[in-house]
């Protein structure tokens, strides 16, 4: 298996391409090694895309197509990745925040940061702050990442991290919010611990956090 090859494959949102390497690669009967290599090297793709996001080369569709060649590429992959998952890198709660009903950012980190190797539990949209406090009580997530579009949206976030607190789980929580309004003072006003308007830059700050 040539992974660089597939990698480019990836990064080039050649989807033909990188599936046949995959299926080809999956008739040979590899190794968990040799099928965690393969993973790895589908996920340098995907950082190859948000690169080329970020540079202006790629646009949003680029990203969400890149996603979904990612999950169908790990899909041909689970027969030969021994428990059926690549290793976990952490995990984390995503949602959009209460009164907002925007998602398209959120999906698409969503599939970034599943691509990077973490486990993500999404909320969805409208999620009122309780909802964040119990799934980090049940799924022991390291991370909670909070979405908005609207301005209103700033305030919900405000008040979700405020909750949080309340519960007792900020100490354990790292929160990064995401979307058009958040600024580095909107970051401060909140209490998160980064910002982003960016999913691929937001997934190489949660990347740090795991570290």
Not at 47 to 56: M, W, Y
Not at 122 to 147: H, R, W, Y
Request: hydrophobic share 45%.
């Amino acid at each position: 298996m040539n992974f660089e090859m597939l990698t480019q494959a990836v990064g080039e949102l050649e989807d033909e391409k990188a599936l046949e390497l995959l299926k080809e690669f999956v008739a040979t009967n590899p190794s968990e090694e040799e099928a965690n290599k393969a993973v790895a090297a589908c996920q340098k793709g995907m950082a190859l895309v948000g690169d080329l996001f970020e540079s202006g080369e790629y646009f949003v569709g680029d990203l969400i197509f890149a996603g979904e060649l990612l999950t169908e590429a790990i899909d041909i992959l689970k027969p030969v990745l021994g428990s059926g998952e690549a290793k976990k890198v952490g995990s984390m709660v995503i949602a959009t925040v209460h009164g907002d009903l925007h998602d398209i950012g959120k999906n698409i980190f969503k599939s970034m940061a599943e691509a990077a190797g973490f486990e993500v539990y999404d909320l969805g949209i409208d999620t009122p702050a309780q909802a964040f406090i119990d799934k980090v009580k049940e799924t022991n997530a390291q991370i909670v990442g909070m979405s908005g579009v609207l301005t209103l949206a700033l305030e919900s976030m405000k008040d979700t991290v405020e909750e949080i607190k309340e519960a007792g789980l900020r100490d354990d929580v790292k929160i990064i919010i995401g979307g058009n309004p958040v600024t580095k003072e909107a970051c401060d006003h909140i209490g998160a611990d980064a910002f982003t308007t960016n999913a691929a830059e937001g997934v190489k700050i949660i990347q740090g956090w795991s570290a």
